[in-house]
C-alpha cells in the first residue's frame, strides 16, 4: 500500500519569501510521486513528476521537488513566492499496479503582500 | 496539449434528478479516465477507474449503482449520478491518461449541488 503525507494543512509565505511544502511517502515500491497544483474551482494541473531519473525535479512556475529516498520525503520548494502561487498544492504517489493516484491532504499556500 | 474538457463546470438540481458529466480528452486517445470526488478543503478521493470498452473499476464504498460511467470510447467518458440527494452534493474531477505510468490530466471539475 503507498501513502502520502503533506505536513502543515495550511502554509503562509511573505511575497518574495521561499516557499516549502512538505510531502513524505509511504511505499513498498520505488514510487512515482507527483506535485499539483489546484486553483479555486478548477482541476488539477500538474507542476513536476519524479520519475526514478533525476532526484532533483524542476517543474513549472520556479517550483522544484528534490527526492530522497532515506527520508522518504518529495518537499516542493520555490525559491520567491509570488502572488499568484496561492493555491492548493497536492503530492501525489502512484500504487504499485499503474498510475492511479494517490494523494495528499493538500496544503493551502497563501502568500502575503 | 494534453487538454481535459469536464462539461458541465456547474449543476444545481432538485433532490431525485440524474446528472450526467461529461469528460473528454480533446487532444489525444485517453487509455485511462479516472474520476475523483472532493469535498470541500479536503483532498481528492478516487471514485472509479476506467478504460475504454470495459466496465469501470470502483472504489471500496462507491455505490456502481449510483455513481453510472461509461467510456465508449477514446476520447470520453461520462460519470451520471443517479437519483442524486443533497449528500452527493461535491466537486467532481475527472483525468485521463495515455496509458499506464502515463500522467493524468485533470478537467476542470464540476461542481454538483443538489438542492
Known amino acids: 500500500a503507498q501513502s502520502v503525507t503533506q505536513l502543515g494543512s495550511h502554509v503562509s509565505v511573505s511575497e518574495g519569501a521561499l516557499v516549502l511544502l512538505r510531502c513524505n511517502y509511504s511505499?513498498?515500491?520505488?514510487?512515482?510521486l507527483f506535485w499539483y497544483v489546484q486553483y479555486p474551482n478548477q482541476g488539477l494541473q500538474l507542476l513536476l513528476k519524479?520519475?526514478?531519473?533525476?532526484?532533483l525535479v524542476k517543474g513549472i512556475n520556479g517550483f522544484e521537488a528534490e527526492f530522497k529516498k532515506s527520508e522518504t520525503s518529495f518537499h516542493l520548494t520555490k525559491p520567491s513566492a509570488h502572488m499568484s502561487d496561492a493555491a492548493e498544492y497536492f503530492c501525489?504517489?502512484?500504487?504499485?499496479?499503474?498510475?492511479?493516484?494517490?494523494f495528499g491532504g493538500g496544503t493551502r499556500l497563501m502568500v502575503k503582500p | 496539449g494534453a487538454v481535459v474538457s469536464q462539461h458541465p463546470s456547474r449543476v444545481i438540481c432538485k433532490s431525485g434528478t440524474s446528472v450526467k458529466i461529461e469528460c473528454r480528452s480533446l487532444?489525444?486517445?485517453?487509455?485511462?479516465m479516472f474520476w475523483y470526488r472532493q469535498f470541500p478543503k479536503q483532498s481528492l478521493m478516487l471514485m472509479a477507474t476506467?478504460?475504454?470498452?470495459?466496465?469501470?473499476?470502483?472504489e471500496q464504498g462507491v455505490e456502481k449503482d449510483k455513481f453510472l460511467i461509461n467510456h465508449a470510447s477514446l476520447t470520453l467518458s461520462t460519470l451520471t449520478v443517479t437519483s442524486a440527494h443533497p449528500e452527493d452534493s461535491s466537486f467532481y474531477i475527472c483525468?485521463?491518461?495515455?496509458?499506464?505510468?502515463?500522467?493524468?490530466?485533470f478537467g476542470d471539475g464540476t461542481r454538483l449541488s443538489i438542492l
Open positions: 519524479y520519475t526514478s531519473a533525476a532526484t
Open positions: 483525468s485521463a491518461s495515455l496509458g499506464i505510468n502515463q500522467p493524468q490530466h
Open positions: 501525489a504517489v502512484t500504487r504499485h499496479a499503474g498510475n492511479m493516484l494517490t
Open positions: 487532444d489525444f486517445q485517453a487509455t485511462t
Open positions: 476506467s478504460n475504454e470498452g470495459s466496465k469501470a473499476t470502483y
Open positions: 511505499s513498498s515500491v520505488p514510487p512515482y
